[in-house]
């Protein structure tokens, strides 16, 4: 299925490791760019989560952040550093009996000295399971999103060759009547000039202009390219940069077609191709 590149996901989930929250963005790139930022406990996940966006995503910039806040209230969230409050009260112990002025500290008081309170360190494989599980939960809305705008944008370029399509048939229907315009004009210019028409010679002059002016390629050519891009539309895989080719080559096409226009009516519709070709390429720019 044909995926944008633009998208974005967020999944949260709360545990007893706490809660742990994902937030996927991407972008149009040439290439495959992921920005990770991960909290400070889950740094060592960095290859793995570049590993998993590899394997789900082709191209695009890809914006990646995970946040966690550690569980509120959880059993053993903190503790008391036993052996360390031990020293502090024979510590005062011994200073209350040097300095005659033994004085117990009170519970709070002994909580505002720093490393008294321990937080438990969390269960950093049960954290990073939960991390990259919920990532690829992620990514599968993400993938969702990407899938919904690339057939939008799809059914926008399948409509812009249906009218590229008829466009270049209207040239094609037009040509014989530029011809004969060509001719008539031609010829009542030689009359002006009062010279002898001489039919061998005129007709000589005519598939001259006829060749400058023969543009049956170039509408071969973008038939030919029209119907590449709608078969490239239904494959199921990476499309984007084949597209982008397959505009080149229909801009290119638009452009002869253009400039060897002797009429104005084909140079509206020369002009109008360039306009739904331009608009296809904007599209196409957004393409996996």
């Known amino acids: 299925m044909i995926k944008s590149m633009t998208a974005f996901a967020r999944e949260s989930r709360t545990g007893d490791v706490g809660e742990l929250t994902w937030e996927v963005r991407t972008v149009n790139h040439r290439f495959l760019e992921p920005y990770i930022r991960l909290p400070e406990e889950l740094r060592g996940l960095d290859t793995q989560v570049r590993n998993r966006l590899a394997a789900r995503l082709q191209r695009g910039k890809v914006d990646c952040t995970l946040r966690y806040a550690p569980a509120v209230g959880a059993a053993n969230a903190i503790r008391i550093n036993r052996p360390f409050v031990e020293q502090l009260l024979a510590a005062g112990r011994e200073l209350g009996a040097l300095t005659g002025r033994a004085q117990e500290p009170t519970p709070f008081d002994l909580l505002r000295w720093p490393g008294v309170v321990q937080e438990t360190e969390p269960d950093l494989d049960q954290l990073s399971a939960e991390a990259l599980a919920l990532l690829e939960q992620t990514l599968d809305s993400l993938l969702e999103t990407r899938e919904r705008e690339g057939a939008r944008l ?6 812009r060759c249906e009218r590229l399509g008829e466009s270049a048939a209207r040239v094609r229907e037009r040509l ?10 031609l010829a009542d210019r030689l009359t002006e000039l009062r010279a002898e028409l001489d039919p061998t010679r005129l007709e000589q002059e005519i598939a001259l202009v006829a060749a400058r002016l023969d543009v049956d390629e170039e509408l071969d050519r973008l038939g030919a390219h029209i119907e590449e891009v709608l078969d490239v539309l239904t494959r199921d ?12 080559e229909l801009n290119r096409e638009a452009n002869t077609l253009g400039s060897k226009s002797a009429d104005v009516a084909v140079t509206r519709e020369a002009v109008e191709m360039k306009v739904l070709i331009e608009q296809m390429r904007e599209q196409v720019q957004n393409l996996e």
């Open 237 to 248: 895989e990476p499309v984007g940069r084949r597209l982008d080719f397959l505009m080149q």
């Open 154 to 159: 799809a059914q926008l370029l399948r409509e």
């Open 176 to 185: 014989p009547e530029v011809l004969a315009g060509v001719r008539q004009r």
